[in-house]
């Protein structure tokens, strides 16, 4: 199908000259719009950096192919610009909230966030969304000026609503945050500059969600493959990828595996891209909506059509017992949450084991134990193996 557009720009999206600004006044670049100001700043973080070394869902010791979080990230800057490209939307904001939505993993993917989380229980847990609202405003320490990256408040504001609001407009938090409450530092930040929290994101914030959405379906059923953990035969099962590989196979019956494997994966995230942009063009004509209306809806404005959320809800039932429960990837995320547990509560004894600029001297066991995630959390798959040999007989060979 011809790819539907929303014409050179949507009257609703983000415009960089009426940006609602950074906390500190800063003199506007001469060269660069506030947005694309943004993207610059993160991509020269040292937390974007160390993206390359953490994990998406295998580990170092699975090859050299697989995702990292940092070739994750990318491929979600891509899906989101063209999304964006397409809908009208600022595509430098587009993609500064895709550079900057996994700012705050932990090492070793959602096994690191787990073991984290448990460690810091008792001071409100962890949470990557948080953690990476507290890289991007305070724990980059490289300006002169300021503490953090000083974003513009169209891309924090992104970073922290990009899966929707996070309480409703009596306080309350939203369904995801109900058990355990919104994380405190991002209340807290809140309080400083006002991200109004009960209200959708942006559209390019709802873009770049997506992209990480079909990002994950695409490139874990690709990981999957390439790692042998199910079939083509098996994901041909799920009715949308199973009518890509009946087409990919009527077009050339002899096409080797791994062309076969590629062909499906970019059929597939232009299949879902193309969904998107097409079932935005049908939401738009119909409410012609204002900003301030998409951000008051009780959902988001750019989504997949009902089809493709089926779809998408039935490629991630898939993946989830057999990659990311698969007994292979439990085993290495078991030790990888041991390697995590063992280092907090080693730092927790000798808080002089940090390295000299993470020591700090505070009375306050919650603010000390929050400091030690700080420092494991920014920890790459690597420098957290490196640290836990330090200080344990043994250390499992995930790399």
Not at 1 to 16: E, K, N, S, V
Not at 357 to 386: C, P, Q
Request: proline share 5%.
């Amino acid at each position: 199908m011809a790819i539907q557009t929303l014409g050179p720009r949507a009257t609703f999206a983000a415009d960089p000259a009426k940006s609602r600004g950074r906390r500190h006044a800063e003199a506007p670049s001469p060269t660069r719009n506030p947005f694309r100001r943004d993207c610059d700043r993160i991509i020269h973080s040292a937390a974007f950096r160390r993206l390359a070394h953490k994990t998406q869902v295998f580990v170092y010791h699975e090859g050299d192919h697989y995702r990292t979080r940092l070739t994750h990230t990318l491929e979600v800057v891509q899906i989101a610009r063209s999304l964006a490209r397409a809908l009208g939307l600022d595509e430098d904001l587009a993609e500064a909230l895709a550079l900057s939505h996994d700012l705050g993993h932990t090492p070793f993917g959602h096994a690191g966030e787990r073991a984290l989380d448990r460690a810091l229980a008792g001071v409100g847990g962890f949470d990557h969304n948080a953690q990476a609202l507290r890289i991007v405003t305070d724990l980059e320490r490289r300006y002169a000026g300021f503490d953090g990256l000083n974003l513009t408040w169209e891309t924090l504001e992104g970073l922290v609503k990009h899966n929707g609001p996070l309480i409703d407009r009596a306080g309350l938090p939203a369904p995801r945050y109900a058990k355990h409450g919104v994380p405190e530092a991002i209340l807290a930040y809140n309080k400083i500059q006002d991200l109004e929290l009960w209200t959708q994101a942006g559209p390019e914030a709802q873009a770049a969600a997506l992209a990480d959405d079909i990002a994950y379906d695409a490139h874990d059923i690709d990981d999957g493959l390439r790692a042998e953990l199910f079939t083509l035969d098996d994901i041909a099962e799920v009715e949308l990828a199973g009518d890509i590989l009946r087409g990919i196979a009527g077009q050339y019956p002899k096409l080797e595996h791994a062309r076969r494997v590629h062909e499906l994966v970019r059929r597939l995230i232009t299949r879902m891209i193309e969904d998107v942009i097409a079932e935005t063009a049908r939401r738009v004509a119909r409410h012609q909506p204002t900003i301030g209306e998409i951000r008051a809806a009780a959902g988001p404005l750019i989504a997949f059509s009902p089809d493709m959320q089926k779809a998408d809800a039935a490629i991630k039932g898939f993946l989830y017992p057999r990659m990311y429960r698969h007994h292979r990837v439990m085993a290495v995320m078991d030790a990888a949450e041991r390697v995590v547990e063992e280092l907090f509560a080693h730092y927790v004894r000798a808080p002089g084991d940090l390295p000299p600029e993470w020591r700090v001297e505070s009375a306050d066991e919650s603010a000390k134990a929050r400091h030690i995630g700080d420092f494991i959390a920014g920890m790459t798959d690597r420098y957290a193996l490196v640290e836990h040999a330090k200080y344990f007989d043994t250390t499992p060979e995930l790399i």
